[in-house]
């Protein structure tokens, strides 16, 4: 598979990924300068553990609560990459993965897996070009907007992070029970922190990582996903 | 925050990002078979996400008024199988309507 067409099913990843990192650069440039924020997004290419990683910065949460967030939010990505060598050609030789394995994202490794054909290194590579650039750019212009534009629009624009979460878990909600209650259960914990007295005092990461891994556990437990036969 | 103290935070963050996505890829050859870790795995993502939108998304905005606009929002059109961007559009669209309107009046 050639790197043309790679950087072709790469583009509308990319056009996404502008517009959602440019809210993660506004709402990063709240406490960062443009350079910083935008240094995350490339050292990162993660949605929700960028996210949450602003939020322990933020807070000035210690670095173990940055290491274990990091971790669970970003556990998933193990998985996938599990998943995606098993679909890998045999020239995706370990250099190759140890430099392209950094674009294992949701949005790519879901369009890596819906090919027919098997993944080329050459192929991976132009799949990752334009969303590592469109989250990066996005960022840098979230950023600087984020410092100019009057905070009612700013506000406006910073919740286009919370649609995008809304927009991935609604509709596996809608068609999937289980899934339902186990978000309803990590909501339902998740106010108890914030709200709760003496438990409001957890700083943000361990409260989503504690709200995740109970959620996640218990609904794993009583719920087993079934197989899929492929 | 020093600089000194952000790049600390973001060693942690890339390294413990960029080690998860490795590590697995180079060494592990073979499916992950525990159904009971498999479906661990499929929940955290949409764990993790509501976890961080609930309750915070209350305190991104001007008001909590614009706040649950922008939540209903988004999902009201989600439901209707709209896309992420759409979605995020229309939350936008929906703290702007009622901020905005708070400031006219």
Redesign the interface.
């Known amino acids: 598979m050639k790197f043309s067409k790679g950087i072709c099913d790469g583009l509308p990843i990319g056009i996404g990924y502008f517009a959602v990192s440019f809210s993660f650069g506004i709402a990063a440039s709240k406490f960062l300068n443009p350079c910083l924020v935008t240094l995350i997004s490339m050292t990162n290419l993660t949605s929700a553990g960028q996210f949450a990683g602003i939020q322990i910065m933020q807070a000035a949460g210690t670095l173990v609560e940055m290491i274990l967030a990091t971790f669970f939010i970003n556990l998933r990505y193990s998985l996938m990459a599990i998943s995606l060598s098993q679909k890998v050609t045999p020239s995706f030789g370990t250099l190759q993965r140890i430099f392209l394995s950094m674009g294992i994202t949701d949005e790519i490794y879901a369009l890596a897996m819906s090919q027919k054909e098997r993944i080329s290194p050459t192929y991976y590579f132009g799949l990752t070009v334009l969303p590592y650039i469109g989250w990066s750019l996005g960022t840098l212009t979230g950023s600087v907007a984020g410092q100019i534009l009057p905070t009612v629009l700013t506000n406006s624009l910073g919740v286009a992070l919370y649609g995008m979460f809304i927009a991935i878990v609604v509709p596996k909600v809608k068609q999937h029970r289980p899934t339902l209650i186990a978000v309803a259960i990590a909501i339902a914990i998740s106010l108890l922190f914030h709200y709760a007295p003496v438990l409001s005092n957890v700083t943000p990461g361990f409260v989503i990582i504690i709200c995740a891994i109970t959620a996640s556990l218990f609904a794993a437990k009583f719920f087993p996903i079934e197989e899929k036969t492929e | 925050?020093s600089i000194t103290e952000?790049a600390?935070?973001?060693l942690?963050?890339?390294g413990?990002?960029?080690l998860?996505?490795?590590?697995?890829?180079?060494l592990?050859?073979?499916?992950?078979e525990s159904?009971?870790?498999?479906?661990?795995?499929?929940?955290?993502?949409?764990?993790?996400?509501?976890?961080?939108?609930?309750?915070?998304?209350f305190y991104?905005?001007?008001s909590k008024i614009?706040?649950a606009a922008?939540?209903i929002t988004?999902?009201g059109?989600?439901?209707l199988?709209?896309?992420?961007?759409l979605?995020?559009?229309?939350?936008?669209?929906a703290?702007?309507c009622v901020?905005?309107a708070f400031?006219v009046f």
Do not use: E, Q
């Open positions: 925050m952000y600390k935070y973001l942690a963050m890339a413990v990002t960029y998860l996505r490795t590590i697995p890829f180079i592990l050859k073979k499916n992950i159904p009971f870790w498999k479906s661990f795995l499929a929940y955290v993502p949409y764990t993790v996400l509501s976890a961080m939108t609930i309750p915070a998304i991104t905005t001007n614009s706040a922008a939540l988004a999902i059109v989600s439901l199988g709209r896309g992420l961007v979605v995020a559009i229309a939350a936008c669209a703290v702007l901020d905005g400031l």
